[in-house]
């Protein structure tokens, strides 16, 4: 539920101020009843709103996909002046906001959306939709310390829950590797942390899948729209519970 005069000024019906005035003076409906407080809210999702008669539409809904360069911050704004995402959405003129961070300095695949009820379905903590990260680590971890990994790790917010966990790359001359790691959880710098729990600091991080979807050829920088049928295979996956055992 929204109040009015937003939906009405984000379907691009007038200003704010101006929608407000044409619900004072009784020039809007929600669902055939005429309502006139500013206080009023709706679900544009479902309720029938009209301006003098007129079905109003809602703004329309966006699923992206960003292949963020790393040195791009997720936020909507930064006072450092740094690269915002929204730099990389030429023609996006919604407010559209990511699911889920990327750090700083990690690159890879990026949803962003202006569905609040998708991003909340696949970031849920309870979903445990798998993310999929490549990570090149100083040095060559052991088997047994991936293994830590993969079994769960202490870190200084609680044990992580079982990864599954890789070797992708293995530098010839040993001085570095590139570990393959699917995480079910979220938390911040998850995967830097666990690297660095095993004293194999984290040297790249690129995200290469969430959930089904994997980046393919979209380009570093790029963006594009995902189809209707990886939308629903999103939302299922977030329906899907993972058993994760701590
Ligand atoms: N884990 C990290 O450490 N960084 C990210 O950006 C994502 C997952």
């Known amino acids: 539920m929204e109040r009015l005069q937003k939906i009405l000024a984000g379907a691009g019906v007038a200003s704010r101020r101006k929608c407000e005035e044409l619900i004072l003076s009784g020039q809007v409906q929600v669902n055939g009843e005429t309502v006139t407080t500013l206080g009023a809210k709706a679900d544009p999702g479902t309720d029938v709103i009209t301006v003098r008669g007129k079905r109003i539409q809602g703004e329309r809904k966006l699923y992206l996909m ?22 990389f959405l030429p023609g996006i003129k919604e407010r559209v906001y990511p699911v889920g961070r990327l750090d700083y300095d990690t690159e890879g695949l990026l949803l962003l959306t202006n569905d609040g009820e998708f991003a909340n379905l696949l970031t849920h903590p309870s979903h445990h939709v798998p993310k999929t990260y490549l990570a090149t680590v100083k040095g060559v971890p052991h088997g047994s310390a991936l293994e830590k990994l993969q079994k769960g790790i202490k870190l200084e917010d609680g044990m992580t829950a079982p990864a599954e966990v890789e070797y992708h790359d293995v530098d010839p001359d040993k001085k570095q590797a590139t570990i393959s790691i699917t995480i079910y959880e979220g938390r911040n710098r998850q995967v830097r942390r666990m690297f660095d729990a095993i004293s194999h600091p984290v040297v790249r991080l ?11 050829q979209l380009q570093r920088g790029k963006y594009r729209h995902l189809t209707e049928q990886e939308i629903r295979d999103l939302l299922a996956a ?4 993972h058993k994760i055992q701590k």
């Open 66 to 87: 960003l292949n963020k360069p790393k040195g791009v911050i997720t936020s909507a704004k930064d006072p450092q002046g740094r690269k915002i995402v929204s730099d």
């Open 206 to 216: 690129k995200r290469i899948k969430f959930g089904d979807l994997n980046l393919q």
């Open 238 to 241: 977030a329906a899907k519970t």
